[in-house]
């Protein structure tokens, strides 16, 4: 008898109903943190920001922390700040959690999403409709700044991306069509509010 290779568990959806946290991920503009607030909204989940609680982890923000550390720092402390979250999951508080861009692309935090059996989400555009995103916003982005960097950091990192459990496409939708979209496919139950 022959055993199978088990799937990657961050690439494996969860059984309906049963999942006590789910991740998106995403290039930059992806939509993942608006969608996650939404997501969590509908679900009555926890959401949290991983680029957020790095920078409260930090005590400063993140292009703070790329121009006085560099970004292997800020790698550090996103590894450090996912392990901690990850330790304080449990069933009966699910949570969304929105990575940063970059976050994916790293061996270390998908073991760890792997170890923790959370799906991950790929939330994706294609990269001329992220770029014009990021230039309609009021964020600082320290990896946005060329055209042509930008779009050949998003090819390096779709080849992680693509070990996702789930891939959904944003272009053209919104964000409650995205979270309404992943409910519908990850088979998750959506919050029962009280009349």
């Not at 049963?18 to 939509?31: K, N």
Request: with cysteine; charged share 25%; proline share 6%.
């Amino acid at each position: 008898m022959t055993s199978r290779p088990r799937p990657h568990p961050s690439s494996t959806p969860p059984a309906a109903g049963s999942a006590r946290a789910v991740v998106l991920i995403g290039f930059m503009a992806s939509g993942k943190t608006s969608v996650g607030r939404a997501l969590s909204h509908m679900l009555g989940w926890t959401f949290h920001d991983l680029d957020a609680r790095v920078e409260a982890q930090e005590g400063r923000s993140i292009p703070q922390i790329f121009r006085e550390a560099g970004e292997a720092h800020f790698r550090h402390a996103e590894r450090e700040a996912l392990s901690t979250l990850l330790k304080e999951l449990s069933p009966s508080s699910p949570a969304v959690i929105a990575l940063g861009g970059g976050a994916f692309a790293q061996s270390e935090i998908r073991r760890l999403l792997a170890q923790a059996g959370v799906p991950a989400v790929w939330l994706d555009a294609p990269h001329e409709e992220l770029w014009q995103r990021c230039l309609g916003e009021a964020v600082d982005r320290p990896l946005a700044r060329n055209q042509n960097q930008f779009r050949q950091l998003y090819e390096e990192r779709r080849k992680h991306y693509t070990e996702a459990a789930l891939h959904i496409h944003t272009n053209g939708k919104d964000v409650a069509e995205i979270a309404e979209e992943l409910i519908g496919r990850l088979g998750l139950n959506r919050h029962l509010k009280e009349k």
